[in-house]
């Protein structure tokens, strides 16, 4: 096939694009963007995922050093292509309900207000996202992109740039995702395409419905008087898949004091399972950090946030967030703090990841972030932490606990370590890279470092040893593999359940002619 309509990318011609927009948020637009990449490129073609804006504490970092959003590299690893900035070229990166900070091609540009960013940034930036997709699609084949939200939110409409602003201004034609699963699925089609101005309609190709659960031919004729009404086919009925497990954007898939995500938990490897307690602490960042913990058969996953769920875990996280200083007083309200303390006073493991780790520490020095000035921390680690104005982006390797170990940083704050028993991430020398440990409590900057497999069993016999558990740890547990089926598994969802021919279509000869007009069109 990459041969054929699919060899554009080898001269001067673009390669051929698609939007996935949904009604809402969460309808499943990364899903769907994702297994429409995996799809493809079983089928032999050079794929990328774009996302022009994402608002979203999950992210990730490339290997050039660019930060960029967690969904654009699970994509990326779906289309089976090296993640960039170009994938995600503003990120948006929330402290408080009324601003964020902007990353824009990878590097923090500046903190914003939301009304300072729809008030004229960005717009602005309308040319660098349109450029960046441009590009991906010089290099490949088809470039797959995700919107956000839903392209009728109609008082956005003027400054949006991920929506139907990126898809008139790149002429690509776009495939609308609903969720059934929550009810109105017809009424949110025909709405959200009746509610485009004329211009945007001419865009919108068709639908597709995603987590429908039971008998699709009861389904059919609501589909067909939907396509009666609007002139646009549904191209696919995803059913509802349970544990999917793949990284999110805006939030917890999960509710709190729930097991991580939604797959079933496997028989313990050893007599008795392992429970992980996560502190729901505000604006936390890359809590798929703990993803690979609850892969394990026999690790129990659940994120809390009260003191007395801490009694019977054999671990505690306390994970990245965007908000250290506000993170470490919501701890302390809480009595969670005071939790934390005496679990180390008793030898029972604490882990703490990038923010985490700089609450563990002794003492905060924040200008940037809070801009508190010296906060004292939980003084349950050696260390002193110093937030910089420049951000720290690294995709760091070395060892840990006699196994290799592989992270990514992404933090303004620079921690002196002063003691403890040892570090915990170094070069395979002794020279010390990262973190340290006092006791049964450890920390360290690097996310993703439990995807690692060998130094994630040996760092859960540590904590089993520690906690007194028999548990042990399953010695052919492979997250990279796992990552792999669950990604076969979205391409398996559009290969089996979507018109692939007419996604091809779409992909290959851009936006059909002659779609209708609904009225009554945007105010």
């Known amino acids: 096939m990459a041969d054929g309509a699919f060899g554009r990318s080898s001269g001067g011609a673009l390669g051929g694009g698609l939007l996935v927009a949904g009604t809402t948020s969460d309808a499943g637009k990364s899903v769907v963007t994702a297994g429409i990449c995996r799809w493809l490129v079983r089928?032999?073609?050079?794929?990328?995922?774009?996302?022009?804006?994402?608002?979203?504490?999950?992210?990730?970092?490339?290997?050039?050093?660019?930060?960029?959003?967690?969904?654009?590299?699970?994509?990326?690893?779906?289309?089976r292509v090296e993640p960039t900035a170009l994938m995600n070229p503003v990120l948006l990166k929330p402290g408080s309900d009324r601003s964020s900070q902007v990353v824009l091609l990878g590097k923090p540009v500046g903190e914003l207000s939301a009304r300072g960013y729809h008030a004229g940034r960005q717009e602005q930036l309308l040319g660098t996202v349109t450029d960046c997709l441009q590009e991906l699609r010089r290099t490949h084949d088809a470039v797959i992109c995700e919107g956000a939200g839903s392209p009728a939110e109609i008082n956005l409409r003027r400054t949006d740039i991920v929506n139907m602003g990126i898809a008139r201004a790149a002429r690509i034609p776009v495939v609308v995702v609903g969720d059934i699963d929550r009810g109105g699925v017809f009424a949110s089609f025909f709405g959200t395409t009746?509610?485009?101005?004329?211009?945007?309609?001419?865009?919108?190709?068709?639908?597709?419905?995603?987590?429908?659960?039971?008998?699709?031919?009861l389904l059919e004729p609501g589909l067909e008087m939907l396509r009666g009404l609007t002139g646009r086919q549904t191209l696919?009925?995803?059913?509802?898949?349970?544990?999917?497990?793949?990284?999110?954007e805006d939030g917890l898939r999960v509710s709190l004091r729930g097991a991580v995500r939604e797959s079933t938990v496997a028989p313990p490897h050893g007599a008795e399972v392992l429970r992980v307690a996560v502190c729901a602490v505000p604006l936390m960042s890359n809590f798929t950090d703990v993803d690979a913990l609850a892969a394990e058969p026999g690790v129990v996953v659940r994120f809390v946030d009260r003191a007395e769920e801490l009694t019977d875990a054999d671990l505690v996280v306390l994970p990245g967030t965007r908000g250290t200083v506000r993170a470490l007083a919501w701890l302390r309200e809480r009595g969670l703090a005071d939790a934390i303390a005496r679990r180390a006073a008793e030898g029972r493991p604490v882990l703490g990841i990038c923010g985490g780790y700089q609450m563990l520490g002794e003492r905060i020095e924040d200008d940037v972030e809070s801009k508190a000035g010296v906060v004292d921390g939980l003084g349950l680690l050696p260390v002193r932490v110093r937030f910089a104005v420049e951000k720290t982006l690294a995709r760091p390797a070395g060892e840990a606990l006699g196994e290799p170990?592989?992270?990514?940083?992404?933090h303004h704050g620079v921690a002196e370590v002063t003691g403890g028993d040892e570090v915990f991430m170094s070069d395979g020398s002794g020279q010390g890279l990262d973190g340290c440990r006092a006791g049964s409590v450890w920390g360290t900057h690097w996310h993703g470092s439990l995807e690692?497999?060998?130094?994630?069993?040996?760092?859960?016999?540590?904590?089993?040893?520690?906690?007194?558990?028999a548990f042990v740890p399953a010695p052919d547990t492979r997250f990279g593999v796992l990552r792999e089926e669950q990604l076969d598994r979205l391409g398996d969802l559009i290969e089996e359940h979507a018109d692939t021919d007419a996604l091809l279509r779409l992909i290959e000869e851009g936006v059909p002619t002659a779609l209708p007009f609904i009225p009554p069109g945007a105010p």
């Open 236 to 248: 696919g009925v995803l059913p509802f898949a349970h544990g999917l497990g793949i990284d999110e």
């Open 405 to 410: 170990v592989e992270g990514y940083e992404i």
């Open 452 to 469: 690692s497999d060998g130094f994630r069993r040996a760092f859960l016999r540590r904590v089993a040893a520690d906690a007194g558990r």
């Open 43 to 79: 089928q032999g073609v050079k794929v990328a995922p774009f996302k022009a804006q994402n608002m979203s504490l999950n992210s990730f970092v490339t290997r050039e050093g660019a930060e960029i959003g967690r969904a654009q590299a699970m994509q990326a690893a779906a289309a």
């Open 194 to 217: 009746a509610l485009l101005s004329k211009e945007d309609q001419a865009l919108v190709a068709g639908y597709l419905v995603n987590k429908f659960r039971g008998d699709v031919t």
